[in-house]
C-alpha cells in the first residue's frame, strides 16, 4: 500500500504547513491584540488601564498556551 511522505520531523508536509499557517495566524493576532492593549494603556482613563492590563495578561497566558496545544496535537 502506499504511504504518505513523512517529513523529517514525522509529520506530513501538508500538516506541517497547517500548523506554520495556523502558527502564524494566531502570532498576529496576538500581536494586533497588544498593539490594542497598548492603545488602550496611554487612554487617560482608569478603565481603560485596566481593561489593557487584562488585554496583556489574557495574551500573556492564552497564546503560548493555544500555540502549545497546535504543535502537541497529533
Request: hydrophobic share 55%; charged share 15%.
Amino acid at each position: 500500500m502506499w504511504k504518505s511522505p513523512e517529513s523529517p520531523i514525522g509529520q506530513t508536509p501538508v500538516k506541517l504547513t497547517f500548523r506554520i499557517l495556523a502558527s502564524m495566524l494566531l502570532l498576529t493576532v496576538g500581536y494586533e491584540g497588544m498593539v490594542g492593549a497598548f492603545h488602550l494603556l496611554n487612554l487617560p482613563s482608569d478603565r481603560a488601564v485596566y481593561e489593557g492590563t487584562a488585554v496583556l495578561i489574557l495574551l500573556v497566558v492564552l497564546l503560548p498556551l493555544m500555540l502549545v496545544r497546535l504543535w502537541r496535537s497529533s
